[in-house]
Structure formats: C-alpha cells, structure tokens
C-alpha cells in the first residue's frame, strides 16, 4: 500500500475542515496543510499547529484570490518537497439562507455561492494539479487510492437534483449541482494520470453552518469520512457519496 | 382546455430561439415576445415582425444587465394586457470551447456561462412571475400545462452528470447541471401557483453554437420540441427531457 504523505484541506478555521485536519492528524501519519483565510483568528488551528509543528502547515488562503493560486501551488511545493500532493480535499463553502425565487433571492449570492463552492475548488484542482501528478507517478505501482492521489469535493446532498423535495436554496443548490458535474469530469480528465475524484456529502453536522439542529457530531462524521475516503478505489472514481460511502442520485 | 396566448422566448436572433419563434407563430395562436441583445442585426427576426405585426413583439434584451429586468416585465406587461404570461423559454445561452481542466481553463469562462446560463434564466423568471401567476390565475379552471402557465428552461444533456462519459467542458456543463438544479426549485417552489417547470435539451442541432456537424436540423428539434411542450402535464412537473420528450438522468 502506498503511503498517504501529503494532505491539502481547504477552510480549516474551524466546522468540518477543522475537524479533518485532527482526524488526519490522529489517524495517519501525513502531513497536513490546512488553509484558512484568517490564519489569525484561527485559534483552534493554531493550538494544534504547535502541538504538531512538523506535520501541520497552515497556509493563509483567500479563495477568491485566483491570481494567488499559482503562488500557493509553490507554498505547498515547499512543504511536499518532491513527494508530490496525495490528497487535496476542498472543503472550504459558504451557504446563503433559504429563500425562495418569489423573496430575496440575489443575484450577488448566486454568483457568490458559485464562485466559492464551485470555481474555487476546479481553479485550486488546476493549480495543484503538477503536485497530484508528481504523487501518482511517485505511487505509479499502487492502485488507485487516495493514498496514490486524489481530489475529494465536499459537496452536499442539497445538491442532488432528484432528491431536491423542498425547492428553493437556489444559490447552494446550483453551486453544489455545478460542483458534482465537474467533479464527474475531473474523474475523466485524471483517469489517465491515476489521480481519482470523488464529491462527498459529509451529513448534516453541528457546525456554524449546519446549525444545533443537525444530526450528526462533526467529530463523527469526519471519522466516517475518512473511513470512506480510504476505501475509495477506481470503481469509486467520479462518485457522489456521503460520508458513509453510500451513494446519492444526482 | 385554455388558451396559450401569451410565449415570451430569449435569444431569438438566430438559431433555437429564432425557429421557436417561427414554430409558435405557425403552429398556435399565440402572440411571441422575442427577446434579443441586438434587434438591429436580428434581420431573420425583423423580417418575420413585419410580416406578423400583431402577433410577434421584439423586445431589446442583453440578459447580463439584471437591473434592467423589472422593466422589461413592464414592458411584457404592456403587450400581455392583463392576460398574464403563459410560457416564459429561457432559450438565451452561450457556450465556451471544449477544454480540459489541464488546458486553458479560465475564472472568467466558468462565471459567464454561470452568468448567462444560469443566473439570467433564474433572476428573468422571478422578474416574469408575477405575469406568469395572472395567466395560472386566469386559467384556474385548466390543469397544470403551457396552456396555462409554465417556464421551459433550455438545458443540455451536457448537464447531465451520469452521462458525461467525456470530462471537460467545465463552464458549460456546471451551468447547465445548474440550470437543472434551479428548474428543480421551481417546479417546487411554484406548484401551488399552478405554474409549470421542466428543463430540455433541445438535441444537438446544426446551428452556430451546435456546428455543421449536428445531427438535427434545427426546425426539426424546435417542432418536435413545440409537440412535447404540448404535451406537459403536472406529471412532468420538474422533470429534465429532450426535445421528443424522453427523459433524461440527472
């Protein structure tokens, strides 16, 4: 089995990206980078960065800041040394409220969901790309696995188009719809380069954005979650699942 | 069974929207509302206008310049003469070149399409609903159908995530998966206003967007597409079909 070394998760200041960077740290030995916005007012982040100083790099990223991207790409260069990227996970979204097309429905939060949830997990995919190929070819003998390398969507079940019962949400439903169908052409365009993509709905957990009301503990579901990812083999490859590996219909 | 009195179609300066606008001028009694960005270089369209002056009523529409929209509905609004709106086609799109993730992938493609493809149908049918709810309300009798009211949004089967058997293209099948999405919402969020929602894929016609290549000829799909709008029933209600009126996966 090839050795999962290098993770990239995106929107760790605190919900369920903070609680994958622990889950990986507890769980497996690979190095993390954790990228926040605010590095500063990440506290959380940053206890556990002092408690692991050589395997958790935290690394300042405003995802709207496409220009920064190429920039990043060397950061995370600096920190994989030649091992390449095994594992990039863009968990970083935002959700506007419900509303219905007849209410407050904007045009800024349409675009706005779109370009968080959607364009900035392809554009950083794209970006990190050269690392993800460097870490399949290093694990050219092993199948494919997150452990050779890999591109996991957080996208959610609020994006499936036939499950979608009570309307509205336009702008984190499109975003989330949008997300899976590049997810699905990632998996096609990295078939070759042994990089798989799955988009995973990680459950309705108690978060900032989940809300009390939701199900699931954060903590339970990241542990689920990565239960789920080191499953994952090329059958899986373009899957939409949740955090339990179970499928979900488009 | 009602009346279908009032069509209002975007994009009509040429290829799907310009042969829609044709078939309801043949086809129904109907009078057409026929947006497009540039009325002085649609001659196909103003020739039709003059020879149908009653019935068919240009309207100037760049569909980017969303502030604009309210008006336009005052506009729709002078023609419909309190008779409401029946059937709003958001037929307007665009469509960048296929590229893969690895190649010239831009930011600026992937919000345009989104933009175009996505946010316009969406922010023109909240615009139109009030319109569109006077001809439900007017037609209350009627069941659910195009006939009585209803928004048709012109997506693609490259929106369909299980059928993308070829990766890339990503601007234009997140804004079509999108579209579907939103057309989802719809069909939810105005059922109780007796207003139907489906999304189709007009089929792969010979028009500039479509290429020579195209198998149909695009008066074809446009009179196949006119027999399964005729056809909708509430049990349609949200579903995402092709031209002849086959369903098709999400």
């Keep these: 089995m090839a050795l999962l070394r290098n993770v990239m998760i995106t929107g760790c200041n605190r919900g369920i990206g903070l609680s994958l960077v622990k889950q990986f740290l507890n769980e497996t030995p690979a190095s993390v980078?954790?990228?926040?916005?605010?590095?500063?007012?990440?506290?959380?982040l940053q206890q556990l960065q002092q408690s692991n100083e050589s395997r958790l790099h935290i690394l300042q990223m405003d995802l709207r800041n496409f220009n920064e991207f190429s920039g990043k790409s060397n950061d995370v260069e600096k920190v994989t040394k030649g091992q390449g990227l095994n594992l990039l996970i863009n968990n970083a979204g935002i959700s506007t409220k419900f509303?219905?097309?007849?209410?407050?429905?904007k045009v800024e939060q349409?675009?706005?969901?779109?370009?968080?949830?959607?364009?900035?997990?392809?554009?950083?995919t794209k970006a990190m790309l050269p690392l993800l190929k460097i870490a399949a070819?290093?694990?050219?003998?092993?199948?494919?696995?997150i452990e050779r390398a890999a591109v996991v969507n957080i996208s959610s079940v609020l994006g499936s188009i036939s499950q979608n019962?009570?309307?509205?949400?336009?702008?984190y439903r499109c975003s989330k719809a949008?997300?899976?169908?590049?997810?699905?052409?990632?998996?096609?365009?990295?078939m070759n380069d042994g990089i798989l993509a799955v988009a995973i709905h990680p459950g309705w957990c108690k978060t900032d954005m989940g809300g009390k009301n939701a199900p699931l503990d954060v903590d339970t579901a990241t542990s689920s979650i990565l239960k789920t990812l080191r499953g994952l083999?090329?059958?899986q490859n373009g899957a939409f699942i949740q955090y339990d590996g179970?499928?979900?219909a488009y």
Tied chains: 1, 2.
């Design 33 to 44: 980078i954790a990228t926040c916005r605010n590095p500063d007012g990440a506290q959380e």
């Design 99 to 105: 509303s219905r097309l007849q209410n407050t429905l």
């Design 110 to 124: 349409l675009v706005e969901n779109f370009v968080i949830n959607t364009v900035a997990p392809i554009m950083l």
């Design 137 to 145: 070819t290093n694990n050219a003998g092993h199948p494919i696995s």
């Design 165 to 171: 019962k009570d309307g509205g949400f336009y702008p």
């Design 178 to 190: 949008a997300l899976n169908a590049a997810t699905q052409s990632m998996s096609l365009d990295f």
């Design 233 to 235: 083999t090329s059958e």
């Design 246 to 248: 179970q499928s979900i």
